[in-house]
């Protein structure tokens, strides 16, 4: 890993001080955290019985055989993860440990003393600005608790007998699987915002997202043309459509160019600047956050993205739904001229 010539620093970046993670999770994220953050008690007890076993088991595991990072072992990281700590202000900085792999890759795990992890191969990838965005978006998901409420809707989903008592067995067991992983990918792009606010420079996270798609370096990367290519993506068929919705079925994450795309379009938005302009909630405020609000905002997110889509299947769907609308009206009025006939 390199030192970027180019750093900010952390000193000339807005400090968000005692940001909620609210402030950068995606509706469809958001929406479902809402509603496992008013389980009050429940949660407690999955990090206690997590933090006995699980946790402990895996800290020894990663001091045994993995590099925790300080002030003398990968000083970078460890200034990069402080610097972004430093703008989000977390109630807890993670533990961050380097591990030996060649794939581009980094994880957060841990519910009551998060974890960071991260593959070798980006740290030999990306310059330093471009790893503090890779750890400030675990530490997204660390500030938003993406581990201890997946794995409550988890265990909810198995006491409530959910899995046993779906119709038709495997299909309806598929169906909850892929929506847990579409709740899965919106929780990285939510990441993905919060790495931003971190580095507060959108090139930074363009880049990287360029980087670990190609394993190649800036030199040989174009951002233009990288966002060429994710509209094509974008701009697909019908039967494209079908075939992506295939490909990302199984993925935790979505695909490279589709996540810089979307976090252009949050950039485009002014939401991004306007929590850099002091506009954001905070974490006093989250116990009264409202569980209807936010499910209307998920809703509202899916029907803007399926209007304003230029994918044929998203289009096909935003076409048949306008269409039901307006048959909707035409039987209605139907509905009323006849009834008033019948009166005279």
């Not at 509603?35 to 429940?42: E, T, V, W």
């Not at 988890?154 to 909850?176: D, E, Y």
Request: proline fraction near 3%.
């Amino acid at each position: 890993m390199t030192e970027s010539n180019e750093s900010r620093p952390a000193r000339s970046r807005v400090v968000l001080r005692n940001i909620s993670s609210r402030a950068w999770e995606h509706p469809a994220d958001r929406g479902a955290l809402v509603a496992l953050r008013k389980l009050k008690g429940f949660d407690t007890v999955v990090k206690l019985v997590n933090g006995l076993f699980r946790e402990r088991s895996s800290r020894l595991l990663f001091l045994g055989s993995m590099i925790r990072v300080d002030e003398r072992q990968f000083p970078v990281l460890h200034r990069a993860l402080n610097d972004a700590a430093g703008v989000l202000d977390p109630e807890i900085v993670p533990e961050l440990y380097v591990q030996a792999d060649p794939t581009f890759n980094s994880f957060c795990v841990g519910m009551d003393r998060p974890i960071i992890v991260i593959n070798s191969a980006l740290v030999d990838l990306l310059d330093e600005d471009e790893v503090r965005w890779v750890l400030a978006h675990e530490l997204g998901h660390a500030m938003s608790g993406h581990a201890v409420y997946r794995t409550i809707l988890l265990r909810l989903m198995s006491l409530s007998g959910v899995f046993g008592a779906v119709p038709l067995g495997g299909l309806g067991f598929r169906m909850i699987l892929a929506g847990l992983m579409e709740w899965q990918r919106k929780s990285e792009l939510s990441a993905d915002r919060a790495g931003l606010l971190a580095t507060q420079d959108p090139g930074v996270a363009y880049r990287a997202l360029m980087k670990i798609a190609s394993g190649g370096h800036l030199a040989d990367l174009d951002q233009t043309s990288f966002f060429q290519q994710g509209a094509e993506y974008d701009a697909s068929d019908l039967r494209d459509s079908v075939l992506k919705l295939l490909l990302i079925e199984q993925r935790s994450h979505p695909m490279p160019v589709s996540r810089a795309s979307a976090l252009r379009t949050w950039v485009d938005s002014g939401a991004y600047t306007a929590i850099l302009a002091g506009e954001y909630p905070t974490r006093d405020t989250d116990d009264g956050a409202k569980v209807s609000e936010a499910a209307q905002e998920a809703a509202k997110s899916y029907t803007d993205a399926f209007r304003e889509t230029q994918d044929a299947l998203g289009r096909m769907a935003h076409d048949a739904a306008g269409w039901m609308g307006s048959a909707k009206v035409w039987w209605d009025e139907q509905w009323r001229r006849g009834g008033e006939e019948d009166a005279s």
